[in-house]
């Protein structure tokens, strides 16, 4: 039994290799998509993005092909570095040089067939770091002032065009979970521009500042009017209100009644049809608003005496 068991699997061994032999040397087609890398110069700068990659129909032997499935670093490299005016590139030509593929395979089709390259004046500026970090903290505990970014500012080249328009560059979006002490590292720009700027920087470092969340009253807090006309008098009732604050718990306990603002904008009050208005507490960095005592505060205008 178990000799003819051998003899079966042998057989069918010798006989799966033979088909796959004869079928891997018959031809076949195949799509895949291959990246574009770009060459250029510090004194080009392009206008119009570019394709990441191309989408190329190839043909060959099926060991061939099964080699470009496998490797998985086909590239199709165009140097624009000698190109000093706008131009339309052909990509089916000089395809031998520009695109790394066995020369047992043949081209078929490439799409796109043609790349516009349009040029625009070289431009530099620094533009600001925008963290797209998301910190999840454990219950209890909180940011302590703004993350620490470095650079928080990158320089860049590109189109004078496109760079006018740029408010920030983003880093690639990060969640880190569970966090309950002071955490540091670093991420990646998020490059959505790779062919048209060029970055001097592009991994960041951050630091944050995790702390013991904590609470605070601060009493008696004067409620400023903002703004009003010299000839009003505004009453309000009452004048002052206490504070509930959260915040990390060191960074609390160096916070005074100083430190915070209860102000209502006169403008508010003379818009209001309520008869009440609720005042606005401006806080240090990462402390937030627990509870406003009272809540609302009534007013009485009065017209000052000549």
Do not use: C
């Not at 009644?257 to 009440?276: P, R």
Request: glycine fraction near 4%; avoid cysteine.
């Amino acid at each position: 039994m178990n000799k003819n068991f051998k003899a079966v699997l042998l057989s069918f061994i010798f006989a799966s290799a033979l088909w796959l032999y004869i079928n891997l040397n018959s031809s076949y087609s195949l799509d895949v998509s291959i990246p574009l890398e770009l060459r250029s110069n510090n004194s080009q700068a392009l206008v119009e993005e570019i394709p990441s990659s191309l989408e190329v129909k190839v043909k060959g032997k099926g060991w061939d092909l099964l080699s470009i499935l496998f490797t998985g670093n086909l590239k199709y490299s165009l140097d624009i570095t000698k190109i000093k005016k706008d131009s339309k590139i052909a990509t089916g030509q000089f395809v031998s040089d520009r695109l790394n593929v066995p020369q047992s395979v043949s081209i078929v089709e490439i799409n796109p067939d043609t790349i516009n390259i349009n040029f625009d004046k070289v431009y530099e500026k620094l533009i600001p770091v925008k963290n797209n970090l998301i910190l999840n903290l454990k219950e209890g505990f909180s940011i302590i002032g703004e993350p620490e970014l470095t650079p928080d500012s990158i320089r860049v080249k590109g189109s004078a065009n496109l760079l006018n328009k740029l408010e920030w560059i983003p880093t690639e979006r990060k969640i880190i979970n569970n966090v309950n002490s002071d955490i540091s590292g670093t991420v990646n720009i998020k490059d959505t521009l790779t062919h048209l700027i060029k970055y001097d920087q592009k991994i960041i470092s951050y630091k944050y500042k995790i702390q013991l969340s904590a609470e605070k009253n601060i009493e008696d807090l004067v409620v400023n009017i903002l703004n009003f006309p010299e000839d009003k008098e505004i009453l309000l009732i009452p004048p002052n209100v206490s504070v509930s604050l959260r915040g990390g718990v060191d960074q609390l306990g160096q916070i005074t009644a100083s430190d915070i603002e209860a102000n209502i904008e006169y403008s508010k009050i003379e818009n209001d049809t309520l008869g009440f208005i609720i005042p606005e507490i401006v806080l240090p960095e990462n402390i937030t608003v627990l509870k406003i005592e009272p809540q609302k505060l009534q007013y009485i205008i009065k017209t000052k005496q000549q």
